[in-house]
């Protein structure tokens, strides 16, 4: 599954159980960030035990895409048996705190911080 | 003329700083898209002129994303561009107004546009939650909230601002009976 655009990509390969996110998230409104929170909660609900989140390339993202994955975390939460890791550069300042605040809601969330 | 502060509100200091201001006038001629990509792209350009003069000074913040960070000044513009568009009366003349000024030690914004006065008391709550509770609280249990139920302008954006930038914000109402008008003006300041 994948949704691009010029500006973004967001994919889901479920033979690597991962979601790629690319690109610059600049959408309006939680109507805008539909699609991807759809294929988020897709992903989520394929994936028995695992599941990854890589945002390295993910250059920018506003405030309602911060939503958007909080929505995700919080539904991935629910569901107990499905662990989440999370894929960031720790070089990266905005990456790091955005992750970490997303393993505040979600304590089980893994990080990788490369 | 009535004015009302709230918070952390700093007023145009001296003039001798770098100094850009840039005014948009959403119209009947551009659409909701447009106008929206027009915000990333005026952040974005905002973001490339201040990063010109960071180049070489010393990072004195320890704000958890340092204003300095690639994309920092881009997301605190881009909110406050968004948020003004989101509250922007649309049957005003007014432009959107965003101006930085860079100082030695700090980098203040302000957004200037009118709003909806129907919009002015849900607006003052707001102000007065963040400027009286935990803003780290305030932003995680937004985040629990609004992954129930959106709400719009939900202030994610600006308790981001606090809470992952260590900004600190004002704001300013100019409330004219007269015209029957409300003019907001955001203030955003940054150490550096």
């Known amino acids: ?18 979601i790629v996110c690319e690109g610059s998230l600049l959408l309006n409104s939680s109507a805008e960030y539909a699609p991807i929170l759809s294929l988020f909660n897709t992903a989520a609900e394929k994936q028995v ?8 390339k993910l250059e920018f993202l506003n405030s309602s895409g911060i939503n958007t994955f909080t929505k995700f975390v ?7 048996v499905l662990q989440l890791t ?16 997303l393993q505040r809601l979600m304590p089980t969330l893994v990080l990788k911080l490369e | ?25 959403p119209s009947s ?25 960071f180049i070489g000074q010393p990072q004195n913040t320890n704000a958890p994303i340092p204003i300095q960070s690639k994309q920092a000044v881009k997301y605190i513009a881009n909110e406050l561009l968004e948020n003004a568009m989101k509250f922007n009366d649309v049957t005003s003349q007014r432009f959107i107004e965003i ?49 129930v139920s959106d709400e719009k302008g939900s202030g994610l954006g600006l ?8 900004a600190k914000i004002g704001w300013r109402f100019q409330i004219s009976k007269r015209y029957s008008s409300v003019t907001l003006t955001t203030m955003v300041c940054l150490n550096i």
Not at chain 2, 119 to 146: G, S, T
Not at chain 2, 159 to 166: A, T, W
Request: glycine share 4%; proline share 2%; charged share 25%.
């Open chain 2, 29 to 53: 001629l551009s659409t909701i898209k447009q106008s929206w990509r027009a915000n990333g792209l005026s952040a974005e350009f905002i973001a490339n002129y201040v990063q010109t003069f």
């Open chain 2, 159 to 166: 308790l981001s601002m606090v809470c992952d930038y260590s």
């Open chain 2, 99 to 147: 101006s930085f000024k860079l100082y030695n030690d700090k980098l203040i914004f302000h957004v200037t546009h009118d709003i909806n006065p129907k919009n002015v008391e849900k607006l003052k709550f707001f102000l007065h939650q963040i400027a009286n509770e935990d803003p780290q609280d305030l932003y995680f249990n937004r985040m629990e909230a609004n992954a």
């Open chain 2, 1 to 25: 003329m009535e004015t009302q502060i709230f918070g952390y509100f700093i007023e145009d200091l001296s003039e001798n700083m770098e100094y850009l201001k840039i005014g948009m006038l």
């Open chain 1, 49 to 56: 035990k695992l599941l990854t989140l890589d945002v390295r």
């Open chain 1, 86 to 101: 999370a894929i960031g550069y720790g070089e990266i300042p905005w990456q790091v705190r955005f992750l970490k605040n």
């Open chain 1, 1 to 18: 599954m994948e949704i691009k655009t010029e500006d973004y990509s967001v994919t889901y390969d479920n033979n690597s159980d991962m």
């Open chain 1, 74 to 80: 919080v539904n991935v939460r629910k569901k107990q």
